[in-house]
């Protein structure tokens, strides 16, 4: 219910760029599930707590990009430097979802690989998926 808000509201507020970063964020959704089931995660209710933190830096990080583009050449540079922004915000995140990884507890491993496939994904998701559908908007 709540992603279903979040997308009606970047639909309402930034148009059509709102309505393609939101289809965007639902292929995000379902193929962080897919990661995850091919990769065998024990998904335990911090698990759970891990796909909601992702799904909130995502819809945080797109949020940003449509509110710094205003033309199709701001795109790349509204990408990048939220990139930097964000990524360089999430280093001591980074370093422990590397030492949950590695843990014997299998709660804190399985928020630690959800946080990992979770990170990855949006890393490369975003610049591949979300930056070409913004693009082809603005070159029509």
Same mark, same amino acid.
């Given at each position: 219910?709540? &992603?279903? %808000? /979040?997308?009606?509201?970047?639909? /309402?507020?930034?148009?059509?760029?709102?309505?393609?970063?939101?289809?965007?964020?639902?292929?995000? !959704?379902? +193929?962080?599930? $897919?990661?995850?089931?091919?990769?065998? &995660?024990?998904?335990?209710?911090?698990? +759970?707590?891990? /796909?909601? #933190?992702?799904?909130?830096?995502?819809?945080?990080?797109?949020?940003?990009?449509?509110?710094?583009?205003?033309? %199709?050449?701001?795109?790349?540079?509204?990408?990048?430097?939220?990139?930097?922004?964000?990524?360089?915000?999430?280093?001591?995140?980074?370093?422990?979802?590397?030492?949950?990884? =590695? %843990?014997?507890?299998?709660?804190?491993?399985?928020?630690?690989? !959800?946080? =990992?496939?979770?990170?990855? #994904?949006?890393? &490369?998701?975003?610049?591949? &998926?979300?930056?070409? $559908?913004?693009?082809?908007?603005?070159?029509?």
């Amino acid at each position: 219910i709540a &992603v279903l %808000a /979040i997308c009606v509201i970047f639909t /309402i507020k930034y148009k059509t760029k709102g309505a393609l970063v939101s289809i965007s964020c639902i292929g995000f !959704i379902s +193929i962080l599930l $897919l990661i995850l089931r091919y990769t065998n &995660v024990n998904i335990s209710i911090e698990g +759970i707590g891990a /796909i909601i #933190l992702v799904l909130a830096l995502n819809f945080r990080m797109n949020q940003i990009i449509l509110s710094k583009t205003k033309t %199709a050449n701001m795109i790349n540079e509204a990408i990048i430097s939220t990139y930097k922004e964000t990524f360089l915000k999430l280093i001591p995140v980074m370093i422990i979802t590397l030492v949950f990884c =590695f %843990a014997k507890w299998t709660n804190l491993t399985s928020f630690g690989l !959800i946080m =990992f496939w979770g990170l990855l #994904l949006m890393a &490369v998701y975003n610049i591949i &998926v979300t930056k070409t $559908l913004l693009k082809l908007k603005e070159s029509k």
